[in-house]
């Protein structure tokens, strides 16, 4: 299977310290989108790429939050002095931007708790 | 997309009864709209879209139909079973760039 994969899974760390998670698109996928989910929510944009270029932020992500994507393949989100507040489910997705009917898809998500 | 409402929230049904769920949306620039089917300790799984040039669309049990007058669109799931219990999510692309707004879910449960 080479659906989005996401490290870890599940992440306990105590405030104040940072976290960096990675995300794998599927591999011809040329745009990764990271996505934040709190408990009984939908998913809420956070950010998106296109290959190596960050285009658009949403304003959820403080300044705090950084993604990169160097090489337009994996990415990673990392987040500064982490606060109780930051406590989610982080979503990564992707799709292939140059063909239409491309749909976004989702990897299982890495599970932050903030103690 | 600007804001999603779905509804029900919760939905519990019999096996092989049928489940529908609504979601309105505000962005008049909205054209794509996705449905995602989420299981516990996992990410959400696309299971149907439909784009604003198509006023419904089926595959197999499951169905899609979008009223962009009214801007509402509702998911059909027809002889449900036992593993379609999941939280479902609508959303909606906004216009462009696949940057979803999603609903904020409804828990369908078959009871079988």
């Known amino acids: 299977d080479t659906g989005v994969s996401q490290d870890p899974r599940h992440k306990i760390t105590k405030r104040g310290q940072n976290v960096t998670f990675r995300c794998d698109p599927i591999?011809?996928?040329?745009?990764l989108y990271w996505y934040r989910q709190t408990l009984g929510q939908g998913p809420e944009f956070l950010t998106y790429?296109?290959?190596?270029?960050?285009?658009?932020k949403s304003r959820l992500l403080s300044d705090r939050f950084s993604a990169e994507r160097p090489k337009g393949s994996f990415s990673t989100l990392e987040i500064q002095r982490t606060e109780q507040g930051d406590s989610a489910m982080y979503l990564c997705?992707?799709?292939?931007?140059?063909?239409?009917?491309?749909?976004?898809?989702f990897g299982n998500g890495t599970r932050l708790t903030v103690t | 997309g600007e804001n999603v409402e779905q509804h029900p929230s919760t939905l519990s049904v019999q096996e092989g009864d049928s489940a529908v769920i609504k979601c309105t949306y505000s962005?008049?620039?909205?054209?794509?709209f996705p449905w995602y089917k989420q299981e516990l300790g996992k990410g959400p799984q696309l299971i149907i879209d439909?784009?604003?040039?198509?006023g419904e669309k089926k595959d197999q049990r499951i169905a899609v139909t979008l009223n962009k007058t009214a801007k509402h669109f509702s998911l059909h799931i027809t002889e449900t079973q036992p593993e379609d219990s999941a939280v479902y999510f609508c959303?909606?692309?906004?216009?462009?760039?696949?940057?979803?707004?999603f609903g904020k879910g409804t828990l369908l449960t078959v009871n079988p």
């Open positions: 997705a992707s799709r292939q931007s140059s063909s239409y009917n491309s749909p976004l898809h």
């Open positions: 591999s011809e996928h040329n745009r």
């Open positions: 790429f296109q290959n190596e270029a960050q285009l658009e």
């Open positions: 962005d008049s620039a909205s054209n794509y």
């Open positions: 439909i784009r604003s040039n198509v």
């Open positions: 959303a909606d692309s906004g216009g462009s760039n696949y940057k979803l707004t």
